[in-house]
């Protein structure tokens, strides 16, 4: 018999899965409580930029092998395998996660199910809640039925989600009797037949696997952005650098990219949600570095500003261009966005700050919707006193000086990633300052 599945929160995570779930030939249903979301989604339209989603939306809720409600009654009476994806964001004045949401869900999706079923976490969640919930599922779900509860983790990257739930680099599984484990590689057979490995464990390990991940990749950026900190004061080429680390391969080059740092939805809040959880749980020390891996991203931030002031001299009534506001290309997301940040600083400087992104404008709006926002690229530059690039977008990292000499007021460029070529600019007469580098090692290494 052919499983039916469903998928509770349809934000960025569950949409992708259930999408992604339907593309491998299984009836799907999303749930949702936001009644405007499960109405756009429905009618194929997709709330948010992901590459490939629109069209694997459009495809599967008009065959029908996809469809959306709002109702935990259906929703409990119709799936044999429900997944829970809904969001834990960073509470509102602490560190810790708020699992109002995914406590929410799982209480009326049990409460809900009308025969023999799982409940599978995918939402990234503090060590210990899924033993929890194990508990919270059997006071509420009725006796007539048997519920099993697993966590299987998501390992998704913006920019790449289709890509990474079809053809995921590993799945992780944690808890569960034998028979709910088989019932999990029914649903990821297509993925196991390309020899994905397969990782049974309990709730905690699975629960952990996640965070370990992103708090590595954190510390990993952030110890980089270090190193440029040394680099800026004493000399030297952090991009030669991380080179040359990276070529070591226990150490490897990927997220070795000095710039303004990391963002988005995921690696903030989760590094910050790890430290909260293990000081709940009297290892206030064990995760201490951590706050200065968040430390260090953040000055990075500051650092850009204090380089803007440099250039100009003062803020105040200059006219700044910020190309990119996403927190990393091919994605719309500027939570906790270090390109947005800057900008709003910026801004509270008393800069007359314009900005293009190719997607995340309408996000950004309606964050700071006190800044400038720029029709095109052109014209974020026109009359602008600095240029400063905080997303590396390819429209973006392809510039080159004279794409930009006939509409700036001023030539006078940051590359807050890393990513143009400063022998180009500064040939061209232009100051060009990056993080990780001295502006006169740039104006030597392009004289050689």
């Given at each position: 018999m052919s499983l039916r599945i469903t998928v509770i929160g349809t934000g960025y995570l569950g949409a992708t899965h259930a999408a992604c779930m339907a593309e491998l030939g299984f009836e799907v249903l999303g749930l949702d409580t936001d009644p405007k979301k499960v109405e756009q989604l429905s009618a194929g339209i997709l709330p948010f930029h992901e590459p490939g989603l629109p069209e694997l939306l459009k495809k599967h809720t008009t065959t029908g092998r996809l469809r959306f409600t709002t109702s935990y009654e259906e929703a409990g009476a119709w799936g044999d395998v429900h997944f829970i994806a809904v969001g834990t964001p960073q509470k509102a004045g602490d560190h810790a996660a708020d699992m109002t949401y995914v406590d929410n869900a799982t209480t009326a999706l049990a409460a809900n199910i009308t025969k023999n079923a799982l409940i599978v976490g995918k939402s990234t969640v503090p060590v210990g809640t899924a033993?929890?919930?194990?508990?919270?599922?059997?006071?509420?779900?009725?006796?007539?039925?048997?519920?099993?509860?697993?966590?299987?983790?998501?390992?998704?990257?913006?920019?790449?989600?289709?890509?990474?739930?079809?053809?995921?680099?590993?799945?992780?599984?944690?808890?569960?009797?034998?028979?709910?484990?088989?019932?999990?590689?029914?649903?990821?057979?297509?993925?196991?037949?390309?020899?994905?490995?397969?990782?049974?464990?309990?709730?905690?390990?699975?629960?952990?696997?996640?965070?370990?991940?992103?708090?590595?990749?954190?510390?990993?950026?952030?110890?980089?952005?270090?190193?440029?900190?040394?680099?800026?004061?004493?000399?030297?080429?952090?991009?030669?650098?991380?080179?040359?680390?990276?070529?070591?391969?226990?150490?490897?080059?990927?997220?070795?990219?000095?710039?303004?740092?990391?963002?988005?939805?995921?690696?903030?809040?989760?590094?910050?949600?790890?430290?909260?959880?293990?000081?709940?749980?009297?290892?206030?020390?064990?995760?201490?570095?951590?706050?200065?891996?968040?430390?260090?991203?953040?000055?990075?931030?500051?650092?850009?500003?204090?380089?803007?002031?440099?250039?100009?001299?003062?803020?105040?009534?200059?006219?700044?261009?910020?190309?990119?506001?996403?927190?990393?290309?091919?994605?719309?997301?500027?939570?906790?966005?270090?390109?947005?940040?800057?900008?709003?600083?910026?801004?509270?400087?008393?800069?007359?700050?314009?900005?293009?992104?190719?997607?995340?404008?309408n996000n950004a709006r309606a964050r700071f919707p006190r800044l400038n926002y720029a029709d095109s690229m052109d014209d974020a530059l026109r009359g602008s006193h600095l240029t400063i690039l905080l997303t590396e977008w390819e429209e973006f990292t392809s510039l080159v000086p004279q794409q930009l000499e006939a509409l700036v007021e001023s030539n006078s460029i940051i590359d807050g990633r890393n990513v143009l070529d400063p022998q180009t600019w500064t040939e061209r007469g232009w100051r060009f300052e990056s993080l990780g580098r001295r502006s006169e090692s740039v104006l030597i290494s392009s004289s050689q």
């Open positions: 033993r929890r919930l194990q508990e919270l599922v059997k006071s509420v779900a009725k006796t007539s039925v048997n519920v099993e509860l697993l966590w299987n983790p998501e390992f998704l990257r913006e920019g790449f989600a289709v890509h990474d739930t079809l053809t995921p680099d590993r799945l992780v599984v944690g808890g569960g009797t034998v028979e709910a484990v088989a019932t999990l590689r029914r649903v990821y057979a297509s993925a196991l037949s390309l020899d994905t490995p397969f990782i049974t464990t309990d709730l905690e390990t699975a629960e952990l696997v996640k965070v370990a991940a992103n708090a590595f990749l954190a510390t990993k950026i952030s110890f980089i952005n270090a190193f440029a900190e040394v680099t800026e004061h004493a000399g030297g080429d952090i991009r030669v650098l991380a080179d040359a680390i990276g070529l070591d391969k226990r150490i490897g080059r990927r997220f070795l990219n000095a710039g303004v740092g990391f963002g988005g939805g995921c690696l903030p809040k989760d590094i910050r949600a790890l430290q909260a959880r293990v000081s709940e749980l009297g290892l206030d020390r064990t995760m201490r570095f951590l706050s200065e891996v968040d430390e260090i991203n953040l000055r990075r931030r500051e650092r850009v500003v204090h380089l803007a002031t440099e250039i100009l001299g003062e803020l105040d009534g200059r006219t700044i261009a910020v190309l990119g506001v996403a927190f990393k290309p091919n994605s719309d997301d500027v939570r906790d966005s270090p390109a947005l940040d800057v900008a709003a600083q910026l801004y509270n400087a008393g800069a007359d700050v314009s900005i293009y992104d190719p997607e995340a404008m």
